[in-house]
């Protein structure tokens, strides 16, 4: 298939590229812990991977809360994808950061209803989000496992995407992201 368009944009900043690839290690060890983990019942205590789970999940919330500030103060340069294209990057995009965002908040709210404190780093403590003992934060529990499939799936059609792009339209916007992309248009 011939190139549908030719994109020479600039690569994203080296902030949005490391938010990118820090969100992307991360989650990658949340799916890794979340499969490997026992199962949380009601006298869980939150030890050994489950410990790790929530140190890694409140890590997640932190750089996510920074990656939204960024892309909603640092736009990347508009793209020049046929309009359907274009509409399809963008419902993606938003899906993947409302479930970024979603996902390790309602493991924060299901951790509070257990009575856990999550705590960044392991150091400093996050405000329980829900009562201990409460029902809606143990819904919580059970909505954040059904949405980490959504964000597993999400994240295959973002990589399928990023392909697409490098083989097939060969557009040069997957190097964008690499972390030696060249210089952002902050950069010149």
Do not use: C
Not at 84 to 100: N, P
Request: charged residues 15%; glycine residues 6%; without cysteine.
């Amino acid at each position: 298939m011939a190139k549908v368009y030719d994109m020479q944009r600039p690569a994203y900043d080296a902030v949005a590229r490391t938010l990118h690839w820090l969100t992307v290690l991360l989650v990658a060890m949340q799916f890794v812990i979340g499969w490997t983990m026992p199962d949380v019942h009601k006298d869980t205590q939150p030890v050994n991977l489950i410990a790790w789970h929530l140190g890694v999940g409140a890590t997640l919330v932190a750089v996510m809360a920074i990656r939204v500030i960024w892309r909603l103060t640092h736009w990347p340069t508009p793209d020049e994808l046929p309009p359907l294209l274009s509409a399809v990057s963008r419902i993606t995009h938003v899906l993947l950061y409302a479930t970024l965002v979603l996902v390790p908040l309602l493991g924060w709210i299901n951790a509070s209803s257990r009575g856990w404190t999550v705590r960044l780093l392991g150091l400093v403590p996050y405000p329980a989000l829900s009562k201990p003992g409460s029902a809606f934060g143990h819904e919580m529990g059970d909505v954040h496992g059904i949405l980490a499939w959504v964000l597993f799936a999400l994240i295959g059609l973002h990589v399928v995407a990023a392909l697409f792009h490098r083989f097939v339209l060969k557009d040069h916007v997957l190097q964008r992201m690499l972390p030696h992309a060249g210089p952002s248009r902050d950069q010149g």
